[in-house]
């Protein structure tokens, strides 16, 4: 893309070093000493032609039709190697360049020691993942994000106590307390990316901006960049979250609500915010990316490095046979070891029905999470630009509350989690409790205690989540609020279900026959191993994602 002011080679950034060097004549430049060089003198822009109406670019060095997305804003010929910058979209009128960059600091060699480092205690992942031509396949992008600053003001009256021992005698002392704080905010980061799934961009952040600098495309020399497409407003309502929460962090602090011992429900409940966005700028941040392939099911797994602190999120599936293989080998010296334990067959089997229940819980909550990632439910710049196609530029069609996020006060609640929690509780507490109350008095009401756990699990997992109607993300439901169909808990919960109900007629009926305990046993033994089974699969779909725009960036395109 850029070329050598000294013999014409093409350059590249060197994370390492900060510096700029051309492999052909060793020369080595800081980013500022060509910064005000012409452009057609360093820099090679792909060509770009219409075709039936489309547009196309084609690599300025051999001429070959470059692969691109739309969200692409430099890239590499597949054909020569060479770097091309797509200069009408980086500079055209539904993109915006960038304002600052943070470059590169963690070399390619770096980043693949960490991500060897991460995966080399993964016994279960795919060998495949693990070898040196994928790990070859690191390719280092610069995302596009969105850099915020805002203010806040706090108001606030609050009524407190002390309490003092002055020899036999409680001295109380009652405070009333007025507080005001204002405060200047920035260096939020929201991702600007419709492709780049938020889940993997929180993992890696934070992204320091005190190591930004002002954008100079040669820090681009030798790397991919991409443009966004995701506008700043979608995340107008996490910036007053943020904005939010460092005021009252603030506010907590002064002199009067520290000493006084303000409590921090007080604080929440008597506090008026007012923030405000002032400043929104658009920036690149250093991200090494890695994409592997499943072939059978044609879905990637990613492997994502921080280019500035070096943090990591990686996708894990499992291989299958290695699961196998290890679990075996784990469990055959816990039976070993269960042969010197005699057990009494109605005990056996409500130990098999309680870890079928522990299993339906876990597997529940991971369908869930399934769920919710392939459908992009927890991804905020993807669904605000589904749901912008769908309802027009300011959708609000769920009652999510006002768009944009307006200064003001914000408040969010929801009782899904404590539903689910309650539930798992019900769901091993009444068991246990009639297991208690069958040794106390001899009566056997177990059986009771499961099916009350199991029903009350159910209808608290299903039911309809209660939440504030207040000011909630513009756009994106949070979690305790999306509903997932009763079809895909009931897929969760079906297979250890059976082996939990066949368990409980069997204790109803308390055959005098131990075979029919161990019939029943043997069924929730077969049940436990299936959803073990299912669990693993589970685990590989949510480590498994369908092929995103920049699915390709892993350098496939390259071999």
């Known amino acids: ?33 060509i910064q005000d060089s012409p452009l057609d003198q360093t820099r090679k822009n792909a060509e770009e032609q219409t075709l039936d109406g489309g547009k196309i670019f084609t690599c300025s060095q051999c001429g070959a039709a470059l692969y691109t997305t739309e969200e692409t804003g430099v890239t590499f010929c597949s054909f020569c190697g060479s770097q091309a910058f797509l200069e009408s979209r980086m500079k055209g009128e539904d993109s915006i360049f960038p304002d600052l960059v943070i470059p590169f600091h963690i070399s390619e060699d770096k980043c693949k020691t960490i991500y060897k480092d991460k995966i080399k205690h993964a016994w279960f992942l795919p060998g495949s993942m693990k070898s040196d031509t994928v790990i070859d396949k690191f390719r280092g992008i610069y ?140 920036g690149f941040l250093p991200v090494w990316f890695l994409s592997n392939k499943n072939e059978r099911t044609g879905l990637m797994s990613y492997a994502v490095v921080n280019g500035l602190t070096g943090k990591i999120h990686t996708d894990l599936p499992v291989d299958f046979k290695k699961y196998l293989l290890i679990s075996l080998l784990i469990a055959l010296p816990i039976f070993l070891v269960l042969q010197f334990f005699t057990m009494k067959p109605d005990t056996l089997l409500i130990i098999t029905m309680l870890l079928l229940s522990i299993l339906m819980f876990f597997s529940t909550g991971m369908l869930r999470e399934k769920y919710i990632q392939e459908h992009g ?152 191993i299936l959803t073990v089974l299912d669990f693993v699969r589970i685990t590989n779909r949510l480590a498994l994602r369908k092929p995103a725009q920049l699915g390709k960036r892993g350098g496939d395109e390259r071999d």
Not at 257 to 266: A, C, G, L, R
Not at 469 to 488: H, M, T, W
Request: hydrophobic share 35%.
């Open 1 to 33: 893309m850029y070329k050598c002011p000294n013999c014409g080679g093409e350059i590249e950034f060197l994370p390492e070093s900060g510096k700029i060097r051309c492999p052909y004549c060793d020369s080595e430049f800081s980013p500022e000493e």
């Open 377 to 528: 439910l927890n991804d905020i710049g993807l669904l605000y630009l589904n749901q912008s196609k769908k309802f027009g530029q300011h959708p609000d069609p769920a009652g999510y509350g006002e768009y944009p996020g307006t200064a003001g006060k914000r408040r969010a609640g929801s009782g899904r989690g404590k539903r689910i929690l309650f539930g798992f509780l019900c769901f091993i507490g009444i068991p246990f409790l009639c297991s208690l109350f069958y040794v106390l008095t001899d009566i056997n009401v177990i059986a009771l205690g499961f099916i009350a756990g199991v029903l009350l699990f159910i209808i608290l997992i299903t039911g309809k989540s209660s939440g504030s109607k207040g000011s909630e993300a513009a756009i994106v439901p949070k979690k305790g609020r999306i509903r997932v169909p009763f079809p895909i808990i009931l897929r969760a919960i079906l297979l250890p279900l059976i082996g939990v109900v066949a368990g409980l007629l069997i204790t109803i009926w308390s055959p005098h026959n131990d075979l029919y305990y161990y019939g029943a046993v043997l069924l929730c033994c077969v049940m436990l």
């Open 143 to 282: 995302m596009p994000c969105w850099i915020y600053t805002g203010e806040a003001d706090a108001d606030g009256d609050y009524n407190t106590s002390t309490t003092t021992r002055d020899g036999s005698y409680d001295i109380i002392k009652k405070y009333n307390i007025s507080a005001r704080a204002h405060g200047v905010y920035g260096g939020f980061t929201e991702d600007a990316s419709s492709s780049f799934p938020d889940s993997i961009m929180e993992d890696i952040a934070p992204f320091p901006m005190k190591k930004a600098v002002p954008f100079n495309d040669k820090y681009l020399a030798g790397f991919y960049a991409d443009i966004g497409n995701v506008p700043p407003e979608a995340y107008n309502d996490e910036i007053f979250r943020s904005l939010d929460a460092n005021i009252r962090n603030d506010l907590s602090l002064e002199h009067d609500i520290k000493s006084k011992n303000v409590s921090s429900t007080d604080l929440y409940n008597h506090t008026s915010i007012n923030g405000r966005i002032t400043k929104v700028r658009k």
